[in-house]
C-alpha cells in the first residue's frame, strides 16, 4: 500500500508539474503576442496624444485588406492568440503567423513611405 501511495504523490505532482508547465507558455505566448499599444497608453498620459494614436491607428488598419485587418485586430486589440484566432476564423496558425507578418510588413511601408 505504502509504493502505491509513492507512485500515486509522484504521478499526481508530474501532473501538477506538466500543468504548470503548460500555463507557463500559455502566459508567454500571450505576453509575446500582446498589443504594444497598452504599453504605449500606459506610458503616455496626455489624452489628445493617445486620441492622435488611436485615430493614427485605426486609418493605418483601414489600409489592410479585410482578413489581414480581421487577424491584426484580434492579434493586437483585442489580445488572443495565435491559435485562438486561426480557431475562430478556421486557418492554421501558421497561416495567421504568415498573414500577421505580411501585414506588419505592409503597415511598415505605409508608414515609412
Request: charge should be positive; hydrophobic fraction near 35%.
Amino acid at each position: 500500500m505504502k509504493k502505491q501511495q509513492t507512485v500515486y504523490e509522484q504521478f499526481k505532482s508530474e501532473v501538477y508539474r506538466i500543468g504548470w508547465r503548460v500555463q507557463y507558455r500559455a502566459k508567454k505566448v500571450r505576453i509575446r503576442e500582446t498589443s504594444f499599444c497598452d504599453k504605449e497608453s500606459a506610458a503616455v498620459d496626455n489624452f489628445t496624444m493617445n486620441s492622435d494614436n488611436r485615430l493614427l491607428l485605426e486609418q493605418l488598419m483601414d489600409t489592410l485588406p479585410p482578413r489581414g485587418r480581421a487577424i491584426m485586430y484580434r492579434l493586437y486589440i483585442q489580445e488572443q492568440t495565435e491559435s485562438e484566432v486561426a480557431r475562430q476564423l478556421n486557418l492554421s496558425q501558421q497561416a495567421v503567423n504568415k498573414w500577421k507578418r505580411k501585414m506588419i510588413q505592409q503597415l511598415s511601408r505605409t508608414v515609412n513611405f
